[in-house]
């Protein structure tokens, strides 16, 4: 028999060559010109400081690094550093990862990073300690492992992960509010190669524009109030899922860090079970839903009984169906995982802080500057030791001294206190039984601070401000801090100085580019300060404050047309953006354009029915028209939308006294006392309305 020809025998090797590395040649072909083109965004924690300045070998956080799991309208950001790969000769680093609550919302300034690098600096005098805050909002498990792939190359001395409220809520978590599922851990962690590459970025944006996704992609980040329908029970299955992607996650984390040998700390999380009422109250086995057991927990409590009252509360928490607050399953992994891994050190601050309370707690699970110092304690007892094995460990530091260390005053307490304020005044907090209380509360707190705040008090707050600048003049938000309180002051020379010193220690961003702007704009420098709001805009078009201040300004300066066409330009590209379509009306109104300013409100109402900024001068556009059937109708969908909205409320109230219904009057009322903070009047007023309706239905 003939032997076949020779090409016939060898064929099929260059057929499978071309059919298995011509794909590859064209992926990685179009991934080089995609890289080459700069389309897509660097996907890596740290990238190339290029800042004017910036040292040979910087690198700084990526502005741009959550938007591999979120939408870049969100804003989400890592905290503003700058660091050498090469670390300073003698100096100890050590690198803080988590979410939120380890970032230190709502001021991180004030929060664990800080606060630790000033006990460790106290209890080893003479060791240069940096701590470098890498917490983000809303990242769970899942985005801070190759977070902390990164941070091996940085020369680390030691890592310390407090991390776990947010796996259920977070990315890849079945109740987040951005991902549709719960995938299986392979899946996420390929879905997350293939994001990294610009490849991967393309295809992602092409699939978006198929689906028409482009348009929610643009809205803005309203926190938990997004988060408020995404239900996952306690029986729900897919808890198991997050429960084991948790443990693998945390023991990568370990076990790279082991590889490395960079020691590991890692915290139980504390979170507020004693003043903090269930979001979303579901049945216990006993029959008793969870909100009934955080209120005998109270009762308990109050008796005495902590035992009962820890047993009540952890039932309230394991029951609440929105997943907010680490669970006991993920503090029992941290410390499982943690015991079985070489070179991992457990902090228990969840004991530590046993049932919370409002002392620690400014909500859930984010901590007072008291909630800090005493997580800080827990952390720096285990953390000072590894990095000074040797040395004589010092006194932790008493809560007035890191105070004063890190420039915390009434001014930043207040500050704080207020961000809290704007968010728990929204949903899912709004559906909890404690929510007039913990809003009488907090408004006790503001008016507090806000009364210890007079001229004399902002002037040593300064000078308290200032002498922690001087004894770490690295701290760039010591800079920036300083730098809003000159304002404040009306200093406005010295706050351009504070920026200049700031924008030395970091990268210049948007919030300090934008208070520049604004000064250049006080001290006569208008056409700079616009130029400079614009830069802002072209590089980080999602930072909201820069809109308003610059439609005051266009507005200042007559400037309408130039003010309607960049507007109409920003809104047709996010149109989703609150805040875009807030400032354009605020400009459309400002020129006399009542109507058109009209349309902007209308289109913010129809995204959040109860937005006061649209809400209030859209009922007095009415009002003035004497429409006073539509404003009730904005007033009813506000309600509807939102029951425990004081302000509107209230408007409800006096609408159905004026017309004599005293049946929606009592209504409104209840809902008002409901939404906190309650007066004394309001309650007898509603108690003699009360009692005369019944009197008048028994006649």
């Not at 400014?362 to 590894?386: D, K, Q, S, W, Y």
């Not at 002037?459 to 010591?478: H, K, M, N, Q, W």
Request: glycine share 6%.
């Amino acid at each position: 028999m003939p032997r076949p020809p020779a090409q016939s025998r060898i064929g099929w090797i260059p057929k499978l060559l071309l059919v298995v590395l011509a794909p590859l040649l064209f992926l990685s072909a179009l991934e080089l010109s995609l890289r080459l083109g700069d389309y897509g965004r660097d996907p890596h924690f740290f990238i190339p400081d290029d800042s004017p300045g910036a040292p040979a070998d910087a690198f700084r956080s990526n502005p741009r690094f959550t938007e591999s799991v979120f939408p870049a309208s969100f804003g989400l950001k890592a905290v503003n550093l700058r660091l050498t790969r090469t670390k300073p000769t003698g100096t100890k680093r050590v690198f803080l990862l988590g979410g939120s609550a380890a970032m230190g919302v709502p001021e991180a300034g004030f929060g664990l990073a800080p606060q630790l690098e000033a006990a460790l600096s106290t209890m080893l005098p003479g060791e240069p300690i940096e701590v470098h805050n890498l917490g983000i909002t809303a990242i769970n498990s899942h985005v801070v492992l190759p977070i902390l792939r990164e941070v091996l190359a940085f020369e680390p001395d030691l890592l310390v992960i407090y991390l776990g409220n947010n796996e259920v809520v977070g990315p890849y978590g079945p109740g987040s509010a951005i991902t549709a599922a719960t995938p299986p851990l392979p899946l996420i962690r390929a879905s997350q190669r293939l994001r990294a590459t610009r490849t991967g970025q393309l295809l992602e944006s092409l699939i978006g524009q198929v689906k028409g996704a482009a348009a929610s992609d643009q809205r803005s980040w309203r926190g938990m109030e997004m988060f408020a329908r995404e239900e996952v029970p306690a029986d729900d299955p897919r808890l198991a899922t997050v429960y084991a992607n948790f443990t693998a996650n945390l023991h990568d984390m370990l076990e790279l860090a082991a590889a490395a040998e960079v020691p590991v700390v890692v915290s139980t999380v504390a979170v507020n079970l004693s003043d903090c009422a269930p979001f979303v109250s579901r049945p216990a086995p006993d029959g008793l839903d969870a909100d009934t057991h955080f209120h005998r927990g109270r009762e308990r409590l109050a008796a005495g009984d902590t035992a009962a009252a820890t047993t009540h509360f952890r039932t309230a928490l394991q029951y609440d169906a929105l997943r907010f607050r680490a669970d006991d399953r993920i503090n029992q992994i941290i410390r499982d995982t943690t015991a079985a891994a070489p070179g991992a050190y457990l902090a228990d601050s969840a004991t530590a802080l046993g049932l919370g309370g409002r002392r620690h707690f400014f909500e859930h699970v984010h901590l007072t500057f008291t909630g800090n110092h005493a997580i800080t304690r827990e952390l720096a007892t285990v953390a000072a030791p590894l990095l000074a094995p040797h040395a004589t460990i010092g006194r932790f530091p008493s809560i007035a001294d890191l105070a004063a260390a890190i420039g915390f005053t009434p001014v930043g307490h207040l500050s704080q206190w207020q961000v809290m304020n704007d968010l728990v005044t929204r949903p899912p907090f709004t559906g909890q039984s404690t929510y007039a209380e913990d809003r009488t509360f907090a408004r006790a707190e503001i008016n507090r601070l806000n009364h210890l705040l007079t001229p004399d008090a902002l002037s040593r707050a300064s000078g308290t401000i200032e002498a922690a600048r001087l004894a770490d003049p690295g701290s760039a938000f010591l800079a920036f801090h300083a730098a809003k309180l000159a304002v404040q002051l009306g200093d406005r020379a010295r706050a351009l100085r504070l920026l200049d010193a700031h924008d030395a220690i970091v990268p210049a961003n948007a919030e300090s580019r934008v208070l520049r702007a604004f000064l250049l704009a006080e001290t006569g420098a208008p056409r700079a300060a616009v130029d400079l709001f614009l830069a802002v805009i072209e590089a980080e078009p999602y930072y909201p404050q820069t809109y308003p201040l610059l439609a005051s300004l266009w507005s200042a300066l007559g400037d309408f047309d130039t003010g309607r066409t960049a507007f109409a330009t920003w809104v047709e590209a996010m149109p989703n953006n609150r805040g875009v379509r807030l400032a354009y009306a605020q400009l459309l109104d400002a020129a006399g354009d009542r109507s058109a300013a009209v349309t902007q409100w209308q289109a913010v109402l129809a995204i959040v029915p109860d937005d006061e900024r649209a809400l209030q001068p859209l009922l007095q556009y009415h009002l003035a028209a004497e429409r006073y059937d539509d404003a009730v109708d904005l007033m009813l969908a506000a309600h509807a939308y939102n029951p425990r909205n004081f302000t509107n409320n209230d408007r409800l109230v006096q609408v159905y006294q004026s017309r004599g219904d005293t049946t929606a009057t009592l209504r409104y009322m209840r809902d008002l006392m409901a939404s906190g903070p309650v007066s004394t009047e309001l309650r007898r007023d509603y108690e003699r309305l009360s009692a005369a309706a019944n009197a008048a239905s028994s006649r």
